[in-house]
């Protein structure tokens, strides 16, 4: 697994900007969120480096909630996600 190192980024966690600037990311984990020297460090050698130049970097979002009343009309009605075309 390739590990990370993601500066000069502007973080967002939690519904809040952080004061870091970078992060790393080792065998899959997030290890640190700081400066860009402690992330580097935290990274190890070798890491991969990603310039965010000043982007916005946030967690992968994985919203699994849904509205109970909504959900079950939606689960009722025929699902054509399957289909590609207007005939299929």
Partial sequence: MTNILIRDGVLFSGGRLLDATALAVRDGRITAVGT???ARAAAGPGAAVVDAAGGLVT???ADAHVHACFGGVEAARCDLTAAATAQE
């Fill in 36 to 38: 860009e020297e402690e």
């Fill in 59 to 61: 967690p992968g979002f």
